[in-house]
Nanobody
């Protein structure tokens, strides 16, 4: 199983980024996809998740209305569109997956997002 994040960057407050998660080695359509983040000195938190069917999503309160999670089953990809970024969004963002909604069995190595002027 392999998950590889890309799209992390340095961006000014108010800017946008799209993170991508390329996957291989498992039956993509049987797994829920999740994005977590961990800021320096803070615990890792769930940012967004999407069901294996793609029909339901959930978001952390801090990103609701600004972030959108999506998946492309044909390309075995997951995405996190991040708009109106704030300095407090600065973190290492991880893609994760599991066939169980409440868990995360497989992880990528992370993509760094820095929001700063």
């Amino acid at each position: 199983v392999r998950l590889v994040e890309s799209g992390g960057d340095l961006v000014q407050p108010g800017g946008s980024l799209r993170l991508s998660c390329a996957t291989q080695g498992f039956t993509f359509t049987s797994y829920h996809m999740k994005w977590y983040r961990q800021a320096p000195g803070k615990e890792r938190e769930l940012v967004a998740a999407i069901t294996k069917e793609g029909d339901n999503t959930t978001y952390a309160d801090s990103v609701k209305g600004r972030f959108t999670i999506s998946r492309d089953d044909g390309r075995f990809m997951a995405y996190l569109q991040m708009n109106n970024l704030k300095p407090e969004d600065t973190a290492l963002y991880y893609c994760a997956t599991d066939c169980l909604w409440s868990q995360a069995l497989y992880w990528g190595r992370g993509a760094q997002v820095i929001v700063s002027s």
